[in-house]
């Protein structure tokens, strides 16, 4: 019953730091909002920092608990990353088909702001390696190092340990505050208020479909069961809270690994696979950049392309995905390339889609987000079976 409760608080504390910003974001003097941003990028700099320590403990660790069943879970992952991001792009394909031309009035959506809240102080904390290192050494070593040295495996794993523990008992806790000073930046910077003037037909299409369709995959790996699904997205809602308000899935991994422990009737199947699909696997982005990209094409007076030209550009599309960076922006900024030479978009295009994508790349985050918990869910439901029966 505690544990109940205690869930249903937090739920709620997510929920009103989302919302207070929102609310209440003009009559807080700018000093304060300054100060909650600069707070904020203090919590997302120790974030960065420690994440990929978290990446390489959780994946290691994991791993090398598997022992010789490791190289099938492996093998299972990734290609199932794959299908995933394909079956989307496909899907928002179809949704495109539907749109009439939107996104004439693009001027305003690049027209900005004309006051930008500054954070009143800002230090940086440079990772000693990325996440992708992090992601290769953890599955590597995890794969053969504890069968050839027990003791420096012992090693690695106490090391990263400590960091992890930092991450979980310390930041973890802050991450309510750390949405609120984001929130407040948005608020001031007036960038909810000029994303809602332009291309809100498509915007509205891609939230629609792309949320439908994840609330969709809950039910199903729900067995059918509302009750049950509700019980999953209730656990996923703080990450997703915390995606929209950072616009970034980093940053909201702990909360990401947290819902997927309770989603999973196996707590060790979440270690594996939030880590391995945070920046990855994109639910959101498969939904979004093809479906701009589609009504910048109509709005420019282009055609609309065909579906043998949109298969090429989905392949390319989702081997692309492994290459993205994980900044704002990041996810859009790899497909340029893809999106000029498959689809067509020109130079100006392209500097477009780049725009609308950081306007909304918190929605897109949290849809990531989303889906990735559902993903969790479903390597949770498949993994006994094409494991074997190894991760009961």
């Given amino acids: 019953m505690f544990r109940k409760y205690k869930n249903q608080a937090s739920f709620l504390i997510f929920f009103g730091a989302l919302l207070l910003p929102l609310l209440c974001g003009r009559f807080v003097p700018t000093t304060v909002k300054a100060f909650l941003y600069a707070v904020s990028l203090c919590i997302k700099e120790g974030l960065v920092f420690c994440l990929p320590f978290v990446i390489f403990s959780l994946l290691f660790s994991s791993i090398s608990r598997l022992g010789n069943r490791a190289f099938r879970v492996v093998l299972t ?20 088909k539907v749109l009439s031309g939107q996104g004439s009035r693009y001027s305003e959506v690049l027209s900005g ?33 504890r069968p050839v040295s027990q003791p420096a495996a012992m090693i690695c794993e106490r090391a990263a340990a400590v960091v992890t523990n930092v991450f979980f008992k310390i930041l973890l806790p802050l991450m309510p505050l750390f949405i609120v000073g984001m929130m407040f930046k948005m608020q001031h910077d007036g960038v909810l208020s000029s994303v809602c003037g332009s291309y809100l037909p498509v915007l509205l299409a891609f939230v629609l479909s792309a949320c439908s369709w994840i609330l969709l995959q809950y039910i199903l790996f729900a ?4 009750s049950k699904a509700s019980v999953y997205v209730r656990n996923v809602f703080p990450a997703v809270a915390t995606a929209f308000g950072s616009a970034s899935s980093a940053a909201a991994m702990p909360l990401s690994l ?4 309770k989603n999973c009737s196996n707590p060790a199947n979440a270690d594996i696979i939030i880590p391995s699909t945070v920046n990855v696997h994109l639910v959101g982005d498969c939904f979004f950049i093809p479906m701009f990209a589609l ?18 550009f989905a392949f390319h599309f989702v081997l692309a995905k ?67 029966g190894c991760m009961k």
Avoid: W
């Avoid at 067995?223 to 509302?226: A, C, D, E, N, R």
């Avoid at 009504?295 to 090429?312: E, I, K, N, T, W």
């Fill in 113 to 145: 702001s004309t006051s930008v809240l500054e954070a009143s102080f800002h230090f940086s904390l440079t990772p000693l390696f990325s996440n992708d290192v992090a992601l290769v050494c953890g599955l590597i070593l995890g794969l053969f190092l």
């Fill in 258 to 261: 947290k819902a997927a422990e």
């Fill in 322 to 388: 492994f290459a993205v960076a994980a900044v704002p922006g990041g996810g859009v900024l790899v497909m340029l390339p893809i999106l000029q030479n498959y689809l067509g978009l020109t130079p100006d295009m392209l500097a477009l889609i780049t725009a609308i994508y950081i306007l909304f790349d918190p929605i897109i985050t949290a849809c990531n987000v989303a889906g990735n918990g559902a993903f969790a869910v479903f390597f949770d439901r498949i993994g006994r079976r094409l494991q074997g």
């Fill in 77 to 96: 992952i990734f290609p199932l990353i794959c299908c995933s991001n394909f079956l989307n792009t496909m899907l928002s394909y179809g949704v495109s």
């Fill in 295 to 312: 009504s910048v094409l109509r709005s420019f007076g282009l055609p609309f392309p065909s579906f043998g030209v949109y298969l090429l």
């Fill in 223 to 226: 067995k059918g069961s509302v």
